[in-house]
């Protein structure tokens, strides 16, 4: 990471009253258009790792702003760039038990990539591993609306939730061989899980 670089400035995301939209469940890469050339292996890879890049230094200049600690890891997980802020026990703590902080610096960190970059950025942020607990309670959560739906043959709505735990939910659905649908709109979509037919 070249700390010299310029960065995008934290203030300037916030102020500019933008936001990355609300990203599908089940979003994907975007789509290539037919003319043009598929992104090789190589490519992507270069992509992803500038994306980091680039949330790192956009997180630091942050966590100096605030006069926060924390150390920033960097990974690409998948189709994503993936950064985790380690360490960082104050934010952590303002971050739970909701995980509302996490969602709205993850989107900050989206805008500073998208502007750096022109392309809209897919990056998942995490907090102190706050994303892999709430997980776990995610699919808990998931399994008994599961064994729900089998039981009663009706469909079973759950809470409002984010793109990050509807699509928790949308795999554990799919896994279980159930069908599942987002429904609503803003704060208030949800999955429903539907019984076999």
């Known amino acids: 990471m070249n700390l010299n670089e310029p960065t995008a400035d934290p203030s300037a995301a916030s102020q500019s009253g933008a936001t990355d939209p609300v990203e599908d469940d089940t979003a994907t890469a975007p789509a290539q258009e037919h003319d043009e050339p598929t992104e090789s292996r190589e490519e992507r ?36 760039a993936s950064v985790e802020i380690a360490g960082a026990d104050k934010l952590a703590r303002l971050n739970r038990p909701k995980g509302e902080l996490l969602d709205a ?3 900050l960190t989206r805008l500073a990539v998208q502007t750096r970059t022109g392309n809209r950025s897919r990056l998942m942020l995490d907090i102190g591993g706050f994303r892999a607990e709430h997980k776990d309670s995610l699919e808990g959560l998931a399994a008994t609306a599961i064994s729900e739906a089998k039981e009663s043959g009706a469909p079973v709505p759950m809470r409002p939730m984010n793109p990050f735990e509807r699509k928790v939910v949308h795999d554990v659905a799919k896994r279980e061989g159930l069908r599942s649908e987002s ?8 999955v429903v899980i539907y019984p076999a037919s």
């Open 45 to 80: 890879m270069r992509r992803l790792e500038e994306e980091g890049d680039i949330a790192a230094d956009y997180l630091e200049e942050l966590l100096d702003i605030a006069d926060l600690d924390g150390d920033i890891d960097i990974d690409v997980d998948g189709d994503r």
């Open 105 to 107: 610096l993850q989107e």
């Open 183 to 190: 429904d609503g709109d803003g704060k208030n979509r949800h």
